[in-house]
């Protein structure tokens, strides 16, 4: 199964702002709101608030410090385990010899890290086990993630179908939907502390 569920993609017209972080409202648009190493939806993990501005390149490549084609969304956990690694002196060469990582707005990061039916995610190639073990994705945190926005997908598609259920399954429905909601509450409190 793909590590993503939409591949993110950078708009191509945007103000040239003087600090990066001022394209953080335009990346968690282009993003999804989600990582874009993990595809953490935001919202578990307290919002855009909690989230940073990663320089796919890092600082020390001056000319693309506020290049919007540089930036990521990304979570605090994918940020700090990438930090400003790099494998190479060019600010455009992303991997040497099986080692670097991919720009996540390139549909070949797809190519190399996928998922398993429980949300796991694993390494499809040589390169992948080194953005794998980089960014630390075999952590249990990705799988609970992700499974809870499955969860919640399959929610959204009982809201639509409520009109069907019998009085019974209503009561069920509506009891499981408040349960989770109040998880999703209590771990988005927790993730900001």
């Not at 997908?153 to 809201?159: A, F, R, T, V």
Request: with cysteine.
């Amino acid at each position: 199964m793909l590590l993503r569920r939409i591949v993110p993609q950078r708009r191509d017209e945007i103000k040239q702002y003087a600090s990066h972080r001022s394209y953080k409202p335009y990346l968690r648009e282009d993003f999804n709101k989600r990582c874009g190493y993990c595809d953490a939806d935001d919202k578990f993990l307290g919002a855009s608030a909690a989230f940073h501005v990663d320089h796919f390149a890092p600082q020390r490549f001056e000319e693309r410090k506020t290049d919007y084609t540089n930036l990521i969304y990304s979570c605090r956990y994918c940020n700090g385990s990438k930090s400003d690694y790099w494998p190479s002196d060019c600010s455009q060469t992303s991997v040497l010899k099986e080692e670097g990582v991919i720009d996540p707005c390139e549909a070949k990061y797809d190519e190399h890290l996928a998922r398993n039916e429980k949300g796991y995610i694993y390494p499809l190639t040589n390169l992948g086990g080194f953005i794998h073990k980089l960014l630390k994705l075999g952590l249990t945190r990705h799988s609970v993630l992700w499974k809870l926005q499955h969860i919640e997908s399959n929610l959204d598609k009982m809201d639509t179908q409520i009109e069907e259920l019998s009085t019974e399954q209503l009561k069920i429905y509506q009891l499981l939907s408040s349960e989770y909601r109040n998880l999703i509450s209590y771990i988005c409190e927790y993730g900001n502390k």
